[in-house]
C-alpha cells in the first residue's frame, strides 16, 4: 500500500482490504497522512504482516496508524506472530484475530494496549492465550474466544477485574477458566486476607466445550454473574466446589451436560435468579434444597432430564413464578409440593413423565391462564379435581394418558370445562368417540383441534359460533362426516376447515 494512496484520502476513518494477497504496509510510514484512521481491517490478504524481522519492529510502529481504535485480522495466512509493538497503539480498544492458521503463540507478545476494551481469538491455533487476558487488562470488558484447540483455561492467575462478558466456544480442550494450580494458591491467599480476588463479569455463555470438568476448580463464580449460558459440555460436573450461585445472577441455561448431577448446594436468600432452564442434563438427580428462596423466580423450565427423581420438599417459589415446564423427566415420582400456592402461575405444562401418577391434594392454582398435559398419568385425578376451577384458563392441551375416555367432557362424571377457554386441542385419545353437547356452553371458544383420535366421529348438534378455526387430523371417521356436503357439513359451513 504505497504513499501515493495513503495521500490521497487524509481524512479517511475505516479501512477494509480484502483478498489482496500481496499487499504490504510499506509505503505507509509517513503514518501522518492516515492520521484520521480509526478503523483497519485487513481480509485473505496473505503478506500483510506476516512474520516482521526484529529491526523492523520500530518501522512498523510507525507504519499502524496511532490513532486506530480498531484493528481486524482476518485470513492472514502467513501472520506468524503478531508485532511486539501492539502495546504502543495507545488508542486501540478493540481487537480482532480470526482464522489466522500460522499464528503460533500469543505469550511472545510483549503485552496488549492496557485501555483495550474487547478482544475476540477465532480459529487460532495459536499457545498462550492466558498470557493476553491478565488481572492488570484493567480496561478489558469482553472476551470471544471459538474454535482455538490449545486453549486449556482462560485466565493464568484471575479474570480481568473489569471484564463483563466471556464468550468461549468450540474449545475442546478447554477444562477450567482459571489455571487450577493458580486458582488453588489464590483461594488459600485470599482466605489467609493477604489478596483479593475480585471481579465484575456479568455474563458468561459457554458452548461445545467437551473437556470442561468444572467452571472453577478453586473458589466461587464472581457475586455480579447475572447470566450463564452453557451448551453441550458433556463432561461438566462441577459449578464451583463450593456449589453456591452468584447473588445477581438473574438466567441461568444449561444444555446438553450429561454429567452435572447438581446444579448448586445452597441458594443465598437474596440471589436474583429470575430464568432457570435445565435441558438434556442425562445425570441431574436433585435440584437446590433452597430452591424455593428464590423469591425472584418466574420461568422454570427442566426438560429432558431422565435421572431427575423429585422437587425439594419446600417446593418452588410461590411469588413471582409465572411458568413451569416440566418435560421428559420419565423417573420424577410427583409434581412440586404446595402447586396450589403458586398463585403467580399462568403457564403449566407437563409433558412425558410417566412417574408423575397422583395429582396434587389441594389440586392446581386456579388462575393459570395456559395448561398442556402430555402423556401424563395425571389427567382422570385432574378431570375428577374439576378443570372448571381454573376459572382463568385462555387455553387447554391434552395429549395421551386418557385411554379409556369415550366422550369430552366427560359428562358423566359431571366433568365441566371452564367458560372462559378460547383454544382447546385435543390429542391422541385412541377410545374417543364423541365431542360432549357441554361443549356448546364454551361461548369465548375460538379455536378447536383434534388430533389421532380414530374412533371419534360424532360432533353435538351445534358448535360455539365463536369458533374460527377447527383443525381435524389423524380422525378419518370425522373427517369423512365433515367434506362438503357430508353430514357435519352444515355444522362446519362457517368454519374455514384445515386438512392435515
Excluded at 147 to 174: F, G, H, M, T, W
Excluded at 341 to 361: A, D, H, M, Y
Aim: with cysteine; glycine share 4%.
Amino acid at each position: 500500500m504505497g504513499e501515493s494512496f495513503v495521500q490521497g484520502v487524509p481524512k479517511l476513518e475505516e479501512l477494509r482490504i480484502r483478498g489482496c494477497k500481496d499487499i504490504t504496509f510499506k509505503g505507509m510510514e509517513s503514518h501522518q497522512d492516515i492520521s484520521s484512521l480509526h478503523g483497519l481491517a485487513p481480509e485473505r490478504c496473505s503478506q500483510v504482516l506476516s512474520t516482521v524481522a526484529e529491526e523492523e519492529e520500530k518501522q512498523l510502529q510507525q507504519r499502524l496508524p496511532c490513532r486506530l481504535h480498531n484493528l481486524e485480522l482476518r485470513d492472514c495466512e502467513n501472520l506468524a506472530k503478531l508485532p511486539q509493538t501492539l502495546h504502543n497503539l495507545s488508542s486501540l480498544t478493540d481487537i480482532s484475530i480470526k482464522n489466522c492458521s500460522n499464528l503460533v503463540s500469543f505469550a511472545e507478545v510483549v503485552g496488549l494496549p492496557s485501555q483495550l476494551r474487547s478482544i475476540t481469538i477465532e480459529n487460532c491455533k495459536a499457545r498462550g492465550v492466558e498470557a493476553l487476558v491478565h488481572s492488570s487488562m484493567t480496561s478489558l470488558e469482553s472476551f470471544k474466544i471459538s474454535d482455538c484447540e490449545s486453549v486449556k483455561y482462560i485466565a493464568r492467575v484471575q479474570l480481568p477485574p473489569n471484564v463483563k462478558r466471556l464468550d468461549i466456544k468450540y474449545c475442546n480442550n478447554l477444562q477450567t477458566l482459571v489455571d487450577n494450580e493458580v486458582s488453588e494458591m489464590l483461594e488459600e491467599s485470599i482466605n489467609s486476607g493477604s489478596s483479593q480476588n475480585t471481579s465484575l463479569l456479568e455474563y458468561l455463555n459457554i458452548r461445545d466445550c467437551e473437556s470442561l470438568a468444572c467452571l472453577l476448580s478453586h473458589g466461587e463464580l464472581p457475586c455480579s454473574v447475572k447470566r450463564i449460558e452453557i451448551d453441550n459440555c458433556p463432561n461438566l460436573f462441577s459449578f464451583s466446589p463450593r456449589g453456591n450461585l452468584p447473588t445477581a445472577l438473574g438466567s441461568l441455561s444449561i444444555r446438553q451436560c450429561s454429567k452435572l448431577e447438581s446444579i448448586a448446594e445452597t441458594v443465598n436468600d437474596n440471589t436474583s435468579l429470575q430464568r432457570f432452564r435445565i435441558d438434556g442434563c442425562k445425570n441431574l438427580k436433585l435440584l437446590p434444597d433452597c430452591l424455593n428462596k428464590l423469591s425472584h423466580l418466574q420461568e422454570f423450565k427442566v426438560m429432558d432430564c431422565p435421572s431427575f427423581i423429585q422437587f425439594p420438599d419446600g417446593g418452588l417459589p410461590s411469588t413471582k413464578l409465572s411458568t413451569l415446564y416440566i418435560n421428559e423427566c420419565e423417573k420424577l415420582v410427583a409434581l412440586p409440593n404446595g402447586m396450589c400456592n403458586l398463585t403467580s402461575l399462568r403457564n403449566l405444562t407437563i409433558q412425558k413423565c410417566p412417574g408423575i401418577v397422583s395429582f396434587p391434594e389441594d389440586g392446581f392454582p386456579t388462575n393459570i391462564w395456559s395448561l398442556e398435559i402430555k402423556d401424563a398419568n395425571i389427567c382422570k385425578p385432574l378431570f375428577e379435581w374439576g378443570l372448571h376451577r381454573l376459572t382463568s384458563l385462555s387455553e387447554l392441551k391434552i395429549s395421551g394418558g386418557c385411554d379409556d375416555v369415550e366422550s369430552f367432557p366427560q359428562e358423566e362424571i359431571g366433568m365441566k370445562l371452564p367458560t372462559s377457554l378460547d383454544t382447546l386441542e385435543i390429542e391422541n385419545f385412541p377410545n374417543l368417540e364423541s365431542l360432549s353437547s357441554s361443549v356448546q356452553n364454551l361461548t369465548s371458544l375460538t379455536e378447536l383441534h383434534f388430533v389421532r383420535c380414530p374412533k371419534l366421529k360424532y360432533f353435538p348438534n351445534g358448535l360455539p359460533p365463536s369458533i374460527d378455526y377447527l383443525y381435524i387430523g389423524g380422525c378419518p371417521l370425522l373427517e369423512e362426516k365433515c367434506k362438503k356436503n357430508a353430514g357435519y357439513w352444515p355444522i362446519i359451513a362457517n368454519i374455514i376447515p384445515e386438512s392435515p
